[in-house]
């Protein structure tokens, strides 16, 4: 019985298998169905469709295992979506395991989505041309899928991964657009190219330079250095995600959607970069102790962003050229950043603070903006963290430093280049409003001048390191050392490199801006005693004389 029991089970399961293979049928387009989409639907798991030559205007939703390919091959046959202007239907909608695209133009106007995977896995994207769409591939919570030999031309985003993990992407050609990749880990991405130069993607990669690319992605990537690179047209010129301790400098980067694009990143420093008429120049997601420094940032939508989903903290935007954006800078949700020394100027918008707050502004020039500042919120500072020494108009002062700002015409009764009335900031002030460009104000913390004294005698005091704008006192002492009985060294005077003698008293207190050396210069004199004894020994001569003469007289008059 046993048996019998095990060869019905073989020959049913055989039966089984025969039939699965009987029903893997090649269906034809326009031969069997008029559209790409009837075909799908009539499918089975396991069918090839067939799609001759013409162009298919349809949108797609394939929800079986299936292979779609084109017969006469890219150029021949071409898809286009019916609703040209959705950005929610994607022109072929992915939703099931182990589909295959292969051989078609697939066009779209700029809008929305041409090949959608989500949430699937062993899908075949290969030898196909995909042009004009917001995204040519979106792979969305998708593992394991092949997207090989492909064109892209003219997307936006050429590809997006979006918690798309273990995926192959290979040998594909980017004319604009590029790759986009947001939380995803663990893709093989090589062999593909964008507007003709290298895509570069690299993966837990340490300490590397990169100064050849057409495009840059970094994930969990630590001691980058991207230099020198000229992009443009491209989704994100450089982009970081879980990277540290990087530097990204000398670029050039134009006419896309993100110039660089920093996502849950750490201690970078961006410097002398070019970010030009793109959407955003630069973009910093969840981010921390990002260095924004010295970079010129014209013509885009976005300038300067810092975002948190949860929070970016401790960025800094420093001496930077922003200039018309549609909105300079912009912090959203976002605290403890720092933006110093920028110049801020013919924005739409100067400066956007949205649900933020704890930010620290100032000493930037706002100038010349439609709108100086936009903002929600009342607790960020607009000026200096402390007081500071600083010179200003050839003097020193002590005081906190606001922004300077076009249109503010406070007065300054005591010239110290800061304005006696707050400037209104939306629902914020500036208490300290500068009256001039921050340019023409010398902060002084932070700078060490070394102090030098030299002497050949005597024990000077007052030398050391000392902070920018602080008071020094130096002292020579004593002021007088003895060279024999009759001279002294005497102090003449503190003398600086140049050879002018800055003071003649042994005691000297000046506030330091540069490192200074002095040297205590001396010249003899007759001493005190020496003087004394001189006059005594003048005094003895002169008494004898006077004891010689009168002795010689009084043995003149004993002989007469």
């Known amino acids: 019985m046993a048996a019998s ?17 009987a029903t893997n049928k090649i269906i034809h387009v326009p031969g069997d169905f008029e559209t790409i989409q009837a075909a799908v639907d009539a499918a089975d798991d396991g069918d090839e469709v067939v799609v001759g030559g013409g162009t298919y205007i349809e949108n797609i939703l394939i929800r079986k295992q299936i292979t779609i390919r084109s017969e006469s091959g890219v150029g021949k046959c071409i898809i286009e979506p019916m609703l040209l202007y959705s950005s929610v239907v994607p022109t072929v909608n992915i939703s099931s395991n182990h589909v295959e695209i292969n051989g078609f133009t697939i066009e779209g106007n700029r809008y929305g989505i041409g090949i959608s995977i989500n949430n699937v896995g062993g899908c075949r994207i290969a030898n196909n041309v995909i042009s004009g769409f917001y995204c040519g591939v979106l792979l969305l919570r998708s593992s394991n899928n092949e997207v090989v030999d492909n064109t892209f031309v003219g997307n936006d985003f050429g590809m997006s991964l979006e918690g798309a993990n273990d995926n192959v992407i290979s040998n594909n050609a980017f004319i604009r657009g590029g790759v986009h990749v947001l939380d995803s880990y663990n893709n093989l ?22 100064n050849e690319a057409g495009q840059v992605v970094a994930v969990n990537c630590r001691g980058i250095t991207i230099r020198g690179l000229n992009l443009s047209d491209i989704a994100v010129g450089i982009e970081f995600q879980g990277t540290e301790d990087s530097t990204v400098e000398r670029n050039i980067i134009e006419n896309s959607s993100f110039g660089i694009e920093l996502i849950t990143s750490s201690d970078i420093r961006l410097a002398n970069n070019l970010l030009r008429n793109n959407t955003w120049g630069v973009f910093l997601v969840e981010t921390k102790n990002i260095e924004v420094i010295d970079n010129v940032v014209v013509g885009n939508i976005f300038g300067i962003s810092i975002s948190g989903l949860i929070e970016s903290s401790s960025n800094k935007i420093i001496n930077n050229t922003v200039k018309g954006n549609l909105c300079g800078i912009s912090i959203s949700l976002s605290s403890d950043n720092v933006v110093t ?47 500071m020494n600083y010179k200003y108009s050839g003097r020193i ?14 007065s300054d009764a005591d010239l110290d280049g800061v304005g006696d009335t707050p400037h209104k900031v939306g629902k914020e002030v500036d208490e300290y409003p500068l009256m001039q460009p921050h340019s023409r104000y010398t902060p002084l913390y932070g700078k060490s001048c070394l102090v030098e004294l030299f002497s050949e005698m005597g024990k000077v005091s007052g030398a050391g390191q000392y902070e920018a704008g602080s008071t020094v006192v130096v002292q ?16 003449k005077g503190w003398i600086a490199e140049n050879g002018t003698i800055v003071s003649k008293s042994p005691t000297y207190s000046f506030t330091v801006m540069e490192p200074l050396s002095l040297t205590a210069s001396w010249e003899v004199q007759p001493s005190s005693i020496g003087t004394l004894v001189s006059v005594g020994i003048v ?22």
């Open 5 to 21: 029991f095990s060869l019905l089970t073989l020959l049913l399961a055989t039966s089984a298998t025969f039939r699965v293979c």
């Open 189 to 210: 991405i090589r062999g593909n190219h964008i507007n003709g130069k290298s895509l570069v993607y690299l993966e837990r990669v340490s300490n590397l330079l990169v």
């Open 341 to 387: 020394n920028n110049t801020v100027k013919e924005n739409s918008e100067g400066i956007s603070l949205i649900l933020t707050g704890g930010n620290k502004i100032y000493l930037n020039d706002i100038v010349d903006n439609n709108c100086s500042v936009y903002s929600d919120a009342q607790t960020n500072q607009w000026h200096s963290e402390k007081r």
């Open 397 to 410: 002062f002590n005081n906190y430093l606001g922004n300077h700002w076009s249109g503010y015409n406070g």
């Open 476 to 491: 020579i002492s004593p002021a007088v050392v003895p060279k024999d009985l009759f001279t002294d060294y005497v102090f």
């Open 539 to 560: 005094a003895s001569v002169a008494v004898a004389s006077v004891m010689v003469f009168l002795f010689s007289k009084k043995r003149g008059t004993d002989r007469t």
